[in-house]
């Protein structure tokens, strides 16, 4: 199956509530392991739309396999049509252009996709994790070039809390990992974002 590309100018129809959660739900089903579910993939798709690398020049080929772990090369077969298909990546490129408009024209309406938990003392709490996690990948595919913008100083302090919450465990010293331990820790990191992300844009 051939793969769409990116394309600034389709028309803005963003994904319905009901939509996003249709969404979320033929992804978790999905066999691969490697799956994103929609808070990663909504982190994915905007680090893709802030990447150095132009998403409209990169084929679909090029990133779209990520989202939904590959595409079978382990032998296990991501989709059980495709037609299944055709509609993850429809829906898929409309989320991404909806938020390509927003960051663009419309940042006061934009909202990352993150998870909400309650406290024991009824205190909302924001967890950003799996959000970093999807966008950290969209790093990956472009990190020679981004290199530079984690080692500059002011952009390097707005993609500070997107690397810390999702970078690789593994390779984080002890103060890093006692604070993702934290909830309010936690909380704290992942208000952070959606400002770093909206001045990342160009509107800080």
């Known amino acids: 199956m051939e793969y769409p590309s990116y394309n600034p100018a389709s028309d803005y129809l963003p994904l319905s509530d009901e939509e996003l959660s249709m969404l979320d739900d033929m992804l978790s089903k999905l066999p691969s392991d490697a799956a994103m579910n929609i808070e990663a993939l909504d982190g994915y798709l905007t680090a893709l739309l802030l990447s150095p690398q132009p998403l409209a020049a990169q084929p679909g080929a090029a990133w779209l396999p990520?989202?939904?772990?590959?595409?079978?090369?382990?032998?296990?077969?991501?989709?059980?049509?495709?037609?299944?298909?055709?509609?993850?990546?429809?829906?898929?490129?409309?989320?991404?252009?909806?938020?390509?408009?927003?960051?663009?024209?419309?940042?006061?309406?934009?909202?990352?996709?993150?998870?909400?938990?309650?406290?024991?003392?009824?205190?909302?709490?924001?967890?950003?994790?799996?959000?970093?996690?999807?966008?950290?990948?969209?790093?990956?595919?472009?990190a020679d070039e981004w290199a530079a913008r984690f080692e500059d100083e002011t952009q390097g302090a707005l993609l500070s809390p997107i690397a810390l919450l999702g970078g690789d465990e593994s390779q984080q010293d002890p103060q890093d990992l006692a604070q993702l331990a934290n909830a309010q820790l936690k909380d704290a990191l992942s208000r952070e974002i959606p400002d770093a992300v909206l001045a990342l844009a160009g509107h800080g």
């Not at 990352?112 to 996690?133: H, L, Q, R």
């Open 66 to 142: 990520e989202i939904w772990g590959g595409d079978g090369a382990d032998g296990i077969a991501p989709f059980v049509s495709g037609k299944q298909k055709k509609r993850v990546m429809m829906l898929v490129l409309r989320h991404l252009h909806s938020i390509a408009v927003q960051l663009k024209n419309r940042p006061d309406a934009w909202e990352p996709i993150f998870s909400i938990a309650v406290d024991e003392e009824g205190a909302e709490m924001t967890d950003a994790e799996d959000w970093c996690i999807g966008f950290m990948l969209g790093v990956d595919l472009a």
